[in-house]
């Protein structure tokens, strides 16, 4: 029986690139030449501390740019507030997410559901949702309307297998 998953994953590996390249231009553009800019990233956490809220926006903008170069979903990065960070500093820390929580896949098995779809079926394995039906061609009108609905997550649609 036809099956395919859905993920929410990002790799680590081009964020680490995309980081690095927005430091790299962070370090050459004009407006930022004498600043306090730095990012920083370890595990599933980026930190941006930087003088004002004008260079951290500025800051976030390539950092977004970046991302979507290297194909990294926006989606999957949470912007949390800025915080003081000692003196005229500010602090932003962005959290990299990575699977789907247990109340997003609910939410995705219930819409599935909704649809009234022949035999299709949708079950959660941990941090992804399985997708089974008899026929390859539900399983791509799947894909489309999930990819048309949930717009609150990165999703990807992995190990289709016929």
């Known amino acids: 029986m036809p099956s395919f998953d859905v993920v929410s994953e990002v790799d ?35 930190t941006v501390v930087s003088e004002d809220s004008m260079k951290l926006k500025a800051v976030n903008q390539i950092l977004n740019e ?3 170069k290297r194909g990294v979903g926006l989606r999957s990065l949470k912007y949390q507030e800025p915080e003081k960070a000692g003196g005229d500093m500010l602090r932003q820390r962005i959290e990299i997410l990575q699977g789907i929580s247990t109340d997003d896949a609910r939410k ?23 997708v089974t039906a008899p026929k390859r061609d539900d399983l791509q009108k799947v894909i489309a309307l999930l990819k048309q609905e949930i717009d609150t997550i990165e999703l990807q649609f992995t190990n289709f297998r016929d």
């Not at 927005?22 to 800019?37: P, Q």
């Not at 995705?108 to 009234?116: A, E, H, L, N």
């Open 66 to 68: 970046k991302m979507a």
């Open 108 to 130: 995705i098995v219930k819409y599935i559901k909704d649809q009234k779809l022949k035999k299709v079926q949708a079950q959660i394995q941990q941090d992804q949702v399985r």
């Open 12 to 46: 680590m590996h081009e964020v680490d690139n995309a980081v690095n390249q927005a430091k790299k231009e962070i370090e050459t553009r004009y407006d930022f030449k004498g600043s306090k800019t730095e990012i920083t990233k370890e595990e599933n956490l980026i």
